[in-house]
């Protein structure tokens, strides 16, 4: 039986589309293992992704982006919300069922070394989804591994290696071939360059972006690197204690941040010019704890800026102009055009 692993996606609808997210793991004490209190590591997420287009997720570490990755694929069960692959809500299907849903769906791990199995040659890593889903035998799966191998920049000698014998850079070319061979629609990246040196990120960054112009892909990419997602995403969601607190557009985000904590996380982020400076947002203290989350806003604890409303009422999720949204009491549609007319202003009268 023969089938093609690498046609394209015709399709400009909706791919991923996720509401009201939440993952609580419980926490158990004592001598009877009795739950006293939940971490909530993702708490009521949403966003949607369309085909051909990259949703960077970005947060410090343990805000719960790769929680959030692992729940959408249900390699953990979600305990709340709603998650749709191409058009088919997947939450409430059996383990049978959502096999066949996640041929639309698929991971790149962050790990190279840990993510390929060691005792199987190149050849059974990535043949093995074309046989779990029946789409190639024999000699068929032969050349399909071969071709897949090709479109990530391995030779075909490759195929009877094991994964010790290659590089960092080029384990993860044989994950992103793993990926590939059931032709999905979406691909989870988490962090899938943060182990591997500069001058190879970048290689694999391109890799990726090659392969979405050509199969049509549309990535999640979870990452902590400020400089990764500038150079990869089209849109950029900001997390924090397991909600997202701001997403827009990539420009947008770069330009003109508006959550203080994106304010923070731009300000943090090296400059390549030495001779450049900026003012630094500093935020003080630790991230509270995911069991206990601050009441109102989670991030006021932490906020230069907080007010009283901070501390009392939960802020939103708003759109301030079209495609950014934003969390924060501080920044309403009102305020935030209302600035930028005053620094146009203030420009014109200047020149």
């Given at each position: 039986?023969?089938?093609?692993?690498?046609?394209?996606?015709p399709?400009?609808a909706?791919v991923?589309r996720?509401?009201?997210?939440?993952?609580?793991?419980?926490?158990r004490?004592?001598l009877?293992?009795?739950?006293?209190?939940?971490?909530k590591?993702?708490?009521g997420v949403?966003?949607?992704?369309?085909?051909?287009?990259t949703?960077?997720?970005v947060?410090?570490?343990?805000?719960?982006?790769?929680?959030?990755?692992?729940?959408i694929l249900?390699?953990?069960e979600p305990?709340?919300?709603q998650?749709?692959?191409?058009?088919?809500?997947?939450t409430?299907?059996?383990?049978?069922?959502?096999?066949?849903h996640?041929?639309?769906?698929?991971?790149v791990?962050?790990?190279p070394?840990s993510?390929?199995n060691?005792?199987?040659r190149?050849?059974?890593?990535?043949g093995?989804?074309?046989?779990?889903?029946?789409l190639?035998?024999?000699?068929e799966?032969?050349?399909?591994?071969?071709?897949?191998?090709e479109?990530?920049?391995?030779?075909?000698?490759?195929?009877?290696?094991?994964?010790?014998?290659f590089s960092?850079?080029?384990r993860?070319?044989?994950?992103i071939?793993?990926?590939?061979a059931?032709?999905?629609?979406?691909?989870?990246?988490?962090?899938?360059v943060?182990?591997?040196?500069?001058?190879v990120?970048?290689?694999?960054?391109?890799?990726?972006?090659?392969?979405?112009?050509?199969?049509?892909l549309?990535y999640?990419?979870?990452?902590?690197?400020?400089?990764?997602v500038?150079h990869?995403?089209?849109?950029?969601a900001?997390?924090?204690?397991?909600?997202?607190?701001?997403?827009?557009?990539?420009?947008?985000?770069?330009?003109q941040?508006?959550?203080?904590?994106?304010?923070?996380?731009?300000?943090?982020?090296?400059?390549?010019d030495?001779r450049?400076?900026?003012e630094?947002?500093?935020?003080?203290?630790?991230?509270p704890?995911?069991?206990?989350?601050?009441?109102?806003?989670?991030?006021?604890?932490?906020?230069?800026?907080?007010?009283a409303?901070?501390k009392?009422?939960?802020p939103p999720?708003?759109?301030?102009?079209p495609?950014?949204?934003?969390?924060c009491?501080?920044?309403?549609?009102e305020?935030?055009?209302?600035?930028?007319?005053?620094?146009?202003?203030?420009?014109?009268?200047?020149?």
């Amino acid at each position: 039986m023969s089938s093609t692993a690498l046609s394209t996606t015709p399709s400009s609808a909706e791919v991923l589309r996720v509401e009201g997210l939440k993952k609580h793991f419980p926490v158990r004490r004592g001598l009877l293992q009795n739950v006293t209190g939940h971490v909530k590591a993702v708490d009521g997420v949403s966003f949607a992704i369309e085909a051909g287009e990259t949703l960077c997720l970005v947060g410090e570490s343990g805000c719960g982006k790769s929680t959030v990755g692992k729940t959408i694929l249900r390699l953990q069960e979600p305990s709340a919300g709603q998650i749709w692959l191409g058009g088919t809500e997947v939450t409430s299907l059996t383990e049978e069922q959502m096999h066949i849903h996640r041929r639309e769906v698929q991971m790149v791990f962050q790990d190279p070394y840990s993510s390929l199995n060691p005792r199987m040659r190149v050849r059974q890593i990535v043949g093995e989804p074309l046989e779990n889903y029946a789409l190639a035998e024999g000699a068929e799966k032969e050349r399909q591994v071969v071709a897949l191998l090709e479109k990530v920049g391995l030779r075909k000698d490759a195929m009877d290696r094991f994964p010790f014998e290659f590089s960092g850079g080029q384990r993860q070319r044989l994950g992103i071939a793993r990926a590939l061979a059931l032709n999905p629609h979406l691909i989870v990246a988490d962090e899938p360059v943060s182990a591997l040196d500069v001058s190879v990120q970048a290689q694999v960054l391109n890799l990726l972006m090659d392969l979405q112009e050509e199969f049509g892909l549309a990535y999640l990419f979870i990452s902590h690197d400020l400089a990764v997602v500038e150079h990869i995403g089209h849109r950029i969601a900001v997390m924090y204690l397991g909600r997202i607190v701001e997403l827009a557009p990539k420009d947008r985000i770069f330009s003109q941040p508006l959550h203080p904590y994106t304010e923070a996380l731009m300000a943090a982020a090296p400059i390549a010019d030495p001779r450049a400076r900026r003012e630094r947002l500093v935020i003080e203290g630790d991230v509270p704890s995911p069991i206990n989350p601050p009441s109102g806003c989670h991030f006021h604890t932490r906020c230069p800026y907080a007010i009283a409303r901070c501390k009392i009422e939960d802020p939103p999720l708003q759109e301030i102009v079209p495609g950014h949204v934003v969390a924060c009491h501080l920044r309403t549609r009102e305020t935030v055009l209302g600035a930028t007319a005053l620094s146009q202003h203030t420009t014109g009268e200047k020149t």
